[in-house]
């Protein structure tokens, strides 16, 4: 038991862990449990393996007893692309800035051109925000503080004219952002307490706020770039890209090549957010919002003052008193 004890400690493994739906073994990340249940290279436990060959979601990784409910659940775990360009003039948002409860979720999304003698600095041209029904809260080109000295036009669309007669200074677009981010909330206040403000959903967000010139805070953010079950692996040190996080997780393809609208990054962010933020990991008593208390460390976790009892415990009770490094966004109060 001294060594479950120590393996506990250094493993924060916790119920809002990926969790293999055959066995219960818990895993570091959703790349880890593919692997254990055959996706990736490393060997797969053959027993989980095969029977999730024949009663697992290839998306969520849930696990049915019947082939009748995998069918079901497959209809609408499998999600459609995003809107067109065409359509996205037709789903253009009302939502307003508005103070009281929370404001819910929103996600950003950026496409950069390049900046510098060698046109490899990332400078933003166009921003998108959208609301959690996907609805286009806002979105602009912006005109670059400096030259520009490569369009990317392969990837972004953009012409030297998008940013010269119809872009938008990004002073501007800064404060459209911020108002709707803030929903009516003094900048100084939601440094400690959220009030109002929007939580921010996107894949590399600190890239696309950089570009932008603007900062907000860390727990309000939620970054499907570094979220610790979405990373690569048990390691977590690498991100997956979203293009691969969309194919996997929600079973459709952005960035094929052609023209890339920052509108679909933000979908495709958004609807991982509130596939994550949906599970329900069965446990009571934890507090949901964004200002909750942080992740416990080893010494509050597992004391070592306590180690004769912590070793006279069973796993099941170990598990329990363990908490997870990081704060999961099931726990989210939107």
């Known amino acids: 038991m001294e060594h479950l004890v120590e393996h506990m400690r250094l493993s924060h493994h916790s119920a809002h862990e990926p969790r293999c739906g055959v066995c219960g073994k ?27 060959a ?13 082939s009748g409910a995998l069918r079901a659940h497959r209809a609408a775990c499998q999600l459609s692309s995003a809107p067109t360009q065409s359509q996205l003039t037709r ?32 400078v933003c041209a166009r921003v998108c925000l959208i609301d959690e029904h996907e609805n286009i809260l806002y979105e602009s080109f912006v005109k670059p503080l400096i030259p520009v000295t490569h369009y990317r036009y392969e990837m972004t669309g953009i012409r030297p004219e998008h940013l010269r007669d119809s872009a938008v200074t990004l002073k501007l677009a800064r ?12 900048p100084w206040k939601i440094r400690t307490t959220r009030g109002s403000a929007r939580i921010l959903v996107g894949h590399g967000l600190d890239h696309d706020l950089d570009g932008l010139g603007m900062d907000y805070p860390a727990y309000l953010k939620r ?28 079973g459709y393809e952005i ?3 052609g023209h890339q609208h920052p509108y679909d990054d933000c979908v495709a962010a ?12 069965g446990l009571k008593g934890e507090v ?30 170990l598990l329990r008193m363990s908490k997870p490094d990081y704060r999961c966004w099931c726990l989210d109060d939107v």
């Open 288 to 317: 949901k919002g964004c200002s909750g208390p942080p992740p416990a460390s080893v010494a509050e976790a597992f004391p070592a003052w306590r180690q004769r009892e912590l070793e006279r415990m069973s796993p099941e009770e």
């Open 175 to 186: 404060k459209r952002v911020e108002d709707f981010l803030l929903n009516g909330e003094d």
């Open 91 to 122: 789903s253009m948002s009302r939502m307003s800035i508005q103070g009281g409860g929370h404001g819910g979720a929103v996600a950003l999304g950026c496409k950069m051109v390049g900046g510098g003698s060698d046109g490899t600095l990332d």
């Open 223 to 250: 970054d499907t770039a570094t979220y610790p079950p979405l990373m690569k692996t048990s390691s977590r040190l690498m991100s997956n890209s979203l293009k691969f996080l969309t194919k996997s997780c929600l």
């Open 270 to 281: 958004m609807r991982l957010y509130k596939r994550m933020r949906a599970q329900r990991h």
């Open 54 to 66: 024949a009663h697992g979601c290839q998306l969520c990784l849930a696990v049915f007893p019947a």
């Open 255 to 257: 960035q094929n090549g």
């Open 26 to 52: 818990h895993c570091r990340s959703i790349d880890a449990l593919r692997d254990h249940l055959g996706f990736g290279s490393v060997l797969p436990k053959a027993g989980c393996a095969s029977v999730f």
